[in-house]
């Protein structure tokens, strides 16, 4: 089976990532950071199903890239909206995490 280890390590955000759901959002990223060696893995996060996030919901993602970062870990976001990558441009967080290309682009 190959490359199925990969994707152990993908989170799939919620519908809405914001003040409801940043914390048990953060829970799970931090548990796939812990649960891989320092060093040897990206999580991705898999955005395309996410419809919304508000400034909680950013802080949560910066919080768990820097928790990435403390574990030699880079965070991928995969399936970004237009009006997502605007919103982390705008704010300038777009340099903190690997963007992927869409599937099949």
């Keep these: 089976m190959p490359d199925r ?5 993908v989170l799939v955000a919620p ?5 409801e759901t940043r914390r048990g959002f953060r829970r799970a990223a931090d548990a796939l950071i812990d649960a891989a060696p320092e060093g040897s ?3 991705v996060i898999d955005l395309g199903a ?3 996030v508000d400034s909680a919901g950013l802080g949560a993602l910066v919080l ?7 574990r030699r870990q ?3 976001l995969r399936g970004v909206s237009p009006e997502l990558r605007a919103l982390l441009t705008l704010t300038k967080l777009e340099g ?10």
């Design 74 to 76: 880079a965070v991928r």
């Design 15 to 19: 519908e809405h990532l914001g003040l």
């Design 50 to 52: 996410t419809r919304s």
């Design 5 to 9: 280890h990969v994707e152990k390590n």
């Design 96 to 105: 903190l995490f690997q963007i992927e290309s869409a599937r099949g682009a």
């Design 41 to 43: 893995v990206s999580l």
């Design 64 to 70: 768990v890239q820097r928790h990435a970062v403390q």
